[in-house]
């Protein structure tokens, strides 16, 4: 199994089931998983639900593509293959839905589309549960150019093609570079980086990785005999992984329990350095000045995708520029808290900070 099919497939399962992974657990009778394309009649009672998935990303170097729609369904893996000029209708139990890839030049450029649809037709005053048993779950794409080719970061683009990249309007999906060649964009049903990597301790998925991996399975070698018993009858992809789990040696443990790479030591600071990184006084990012202490208005929603899933809260708020640092890419970091946070000054007192780029905030005249 290559890098991204293992990466694929431990996205795939994650929130399948929750410890304590038993069946009558709150969590597992009323699941929350990722990537969820509803049924359309479900999908239209809320703007915060999607009856489709659309995947649009920038590539060079090859007019040669294809895409794999990945999704659970009661508990089964599946998958949908599609070239450019497909428009695929499938149907598993009781889902229905089609996948259409399309291929379009842009100034020199290619964009790439694939897009996935819910077609189910189900009554109008379904639970939410329900609608979960009508509905793709777990819904990731991949995108794959042919040898040649590649795609630009659907994150952090080069600048002559920022402006192709800042076209694409993707929806229920956040696509990245997911390959060394970067001959592969993967469409995640969460947030990540360019280049996700699994760490090479991991023991295989866990469908709650979101937590510790070695405190998650800790917790599975305490399950109760009686709780054992209940998962030997649960479904095959839960009860394969409390095997694997249970059969974890202490060395297996230990090496989850953490992995520090010893580098030369930095240099010591001046004696007259200050002891706490402090950071730029004033800085100017693309005509823009910036400096401590400053006002700004918080405007996240202008970065799309968005770099954090919960900045959309601080929307228009007003904040105080606390600290500005420069990472080893140039990038500008503002440090921020926010000015009607009855916590503000406990924040700025123990350095708890928000973080923003320069392109989401604007300037609040004094």
Known sequence: MSHLDELVDTLLWEGHQLYPYTPNA????????????????????????FARLKLQCIATGTDDFSA???????????????VPGDDVAFAFGAVQGRVAMGVEDFSGLLRVTVGVTNTTAVGEDLSRTEALGFSLLSTHVVARCAPGGRFFSPIAPPEDAATAVMTCANVNTYPVLASPGDDAVLGAAIILPDHPQIAPESRGSLFDSTEIEEALLLHVLALSDGERDELAAADPAVRTMIERAVSATPADIIALHGRVTVTDPAPAP??????????EQTI?????????????RLRPTRSQPPRNAQDHLLEGRSATIERIYVDYEDGVHLCVTVDDDPGQDLMRDIGRYVYFKPDEVEGIAT
């Open 68 to 82: 794999t729609v990945h999704f659970l369904e009661s508990g089964q893996a599946r998958r949908i293959d599609v």
């Open 26 to 49: 709150t969590k597992n009778a009323t699941p929350t998983p990722f990537g969820i394309v509803y049924p359309a009649a479900y999908a239209d009672g809320s703007p915060h639900r």
């Open 270 to 279: 001046p004696p007259e350095a200050d002891a706490e990184i402090r950071g």
């Open 284 to 296: 100017e990012v693309d005509g823009r000045s910036f400096r401590r202490g400053a006002h700004v």
